[in-house]
Every structure is written in structure tokens, then in C-alpha cells.
Antibody
């Protein structure tokens, strides 16, 4: 059974960089069939697509965040990560890591990790 | 960006009822449409991809249809565990975008 588990700091100060990691079990981040994505949800708001990475190096980011986002894969640890720089209160959200299969969309979601931006 | 609009914003139905949620895209997206269920305090769960295909393990009480700009999700034989917010998402073009959600309450 595939499982995704997010981890991260929880509380971040404004202007800092938040780093989140998603650990994948029951499957390989090196598979050609899958893309590894981050999606976030501010409190009480709709879901927002942040971007994805593929082990080959292919990446795509939401233009609204592109200048501040980096998503990367660590095949040795079977993990992928999100770095979001220059955070503000608007970045306070639940962050989900998700597996996307090209033929069938998102199939597995992590449970989410809450990031709060506050001084 | 493609705008996704769901209707209604919320609805209340009784156990055993059949309900339908609509999702409209601001431009044609062929069948690149997914549906998700988010129970209170939980992560979203994938229900549907390619507008009408059930994700593995999703019960057949969920069905969906549509193409182009208008899509529907139907839930038959409503049960208490169907209490959730339902989201549509287009993955026709970047950035992928989601609807605002439809909150389903059980009477």
C-alpha cells in the first residue's frame, strides 16, 4: 500500500523559507509513471496547486508561486520536497503531498501538514 | 488561468437520497476533470479522473459525467459517511485549478 507522509516545521516566521518533505513508502519516486506534487489549502479556502516534479528532472510550478518555489526529488531517500521562500501570512495553509499518475490523475494523498506563518 | 465554478455552494440531503453537483470550467477542458471528497478535518480523497472514471476502490455509488465545460458528480444512496466537501479540478492546462467546493450536509 502506497503511503505519503509530510513533515516540516509547523511554524515559520515571515520572510523565512519553509522546507517540507514528503516520505514515500510502498512505491518508488524513481518510477517513470508518476509525478510528485504539492497542493495546499489555506484555512477555509479552496485547494491550490503548487507544482510537481518528476524523478527525471521535469518540473512545473504555479506561476503565482514560481519565483518562490522549488520542488525536488531525493531518490536515495525515496522522498520529495518543497521549499517556499519569503513566506507571508498568506502562505499559512495545510500542505499536502500527492502522487499523480499520468493516466489516472492523483491517486494517493498524504495526511497534510499545517504551516503557520507568524512572528 | 481556467476558472472552475461549482454549484451549489452547499446542499442538504437525507440518507438514501441521490444528489448531483455541477462543475463548470471557464473554457473547454475536454475530459481533463477530477473530483475529490474531503471529509471534515481530513485530507482530500480522489474519487474520479478523466471526468467519469472511478479511482481504484471508490464505490460505484459515485458516478460522474461531462465534457468540455460542464461536468456533474452524482452520489446515489446517500449515507452519513458521505458528509464532506466535494471539489472538482481541471488538469487540462497549467496551472491546475480547483473549484471552490460544495459542502454536502446530511439531514
Amino acid at each position: 500500500q502506497v503511503q505519503l507522509q509530510e513533515s516540516g516545521p509547523g511554524l515559520v516566521k515571515p520572510s523565512e523559507t519553509v522546507s517540507l518533505t514528503c516520505t514515500v513508502s510502498g512505491g518508488s519516486v524513481s518510477s517513470d509513471d508518476y509525478y510528485w506534487s504539492w497542493i495546499r489549502q489555506p484555512p477555509g479556502k479552496r485547494l491550490e496547486w503548487i507544482g510537481y516534479t518528476h524523478y527525471s528532472g521535469r518540473r512545473n510550478y504555479n506561476p503565482s508561486l514560481k519565483s518562490r518555489v522549488t520542488i525536488s526529488v531525493d531518490t536515495s531517500k525515496n522522498q520529495f520536497s518543497l521549499k517556499l521562500s519569503s513566506v507571508t501570512a498568506a502562505d499559512t495553509a495545510m500542505y499536502y503531498c500527492v502522487r499523480e499518475r499520468e493516466s489516472s490523475g492523483y491517486d494517493y494523498w498524504g495526511q497534510g501538514t499545517l504551516v503557520t506563518v507568524s512572528s | 488561468d481556467i476558472q472552475m465554478t461549482q454549484s451549489p455552494y452547499s446542499l442538504s440531503a437525507s440518507v438514501g437520497d441521490r444528489v448531483t453537483i455541477t462543475c463548470r470550467a471557464s473554457q473547454g477542458i475536454s475530459n481533463y476533470l477530477a473530483w475529490f471528497q474531503q471529509r471534515p478535518g481530513k485530507a482530500p480523497k480522489s474519487l474520479i479522473y478523466a471526468a467519469s472514471s472511478l479511482q481504484s476502490g471508490v464505490p460505484s455509488k459515485f458516478s460522474a459525467s461531462g465534457s468540455g465545460t460542464e461536468f456533474t458528480l452524482t452520489i446515489s444512496s446517500l449515507q452519513p459517511e458521505d458528509l464532506a466537501t466535494y471539489y472538482c479540478q481541471q488538469y487540462s492546462s497549467y496551472p491546475y485549478t480547483f473549484g471552490q467546493g460544495t459542502k454536502l450536509e446530511i439531514k
